[in-house]
């Protein structure tokens, strides 16, 4: 459904360090540097086909986070979840909600780990739970 999803940035080599960190943690590899025509800064992260991209707004105006919006990043195991969480707070980000772990729901049970990188974005870690059929 999707094929990328891009973020702004009011610090693009801060948000390099945090998301070279933070998207290690699920197998992501050094960002594509890019820049618009507008000359603005923007990064391009690709993994298993799917594309997370950070930039410097283009209209010149200051980034600024999606109030309600988060955007999830599926991980392998609780511990991936945990990892992705530690590594974010190691990096400038800020641990939000209850701390990293298992939630059980009508949506069926995750683990599940929330921060704000450094430019307030909302971040979940999240493995899904499979049910014995």
Avoid: W
Wanted: proline fraction near 5%; include cysteine.
């Amino acid at each position: 459904m999707f094929n990328h999803i891009m973020i702004g940035s009011n610090d693009i080599e801060r948000s390099k360090r945090f998301y070279d960190a933070v998207l290690a943690t699920l197998g992501a590899g050094e960002p594509v540097r890019n820049a618009a025509a507008t000359g603005h800064a923007r990064l391009f992260y690709r993994h298993d086909g799917s594309t997370f991209c950070v930039s410097e707004p283009i209209d010149g105006e200051e980034a600024t986070f999606a109030n309600g919006g988060t955007i999830a990043f599926k991980c392998s195991s609780p511990e991936q979840v945990r990892l992705f969480h530690d590594t974010a707070i190691a990096h400038g980000g800020k641990s939000i909600e209850d701390p990293p772990g298992l939630r059980e729901g009508s949506l069926g049970a995750m683990h599940l780990s929330y921060v704000r990188d450094p430019d307030g974005n909302k971040l979940c870690a999240i493995h899904r739970i499979k049910k014995d059929r």
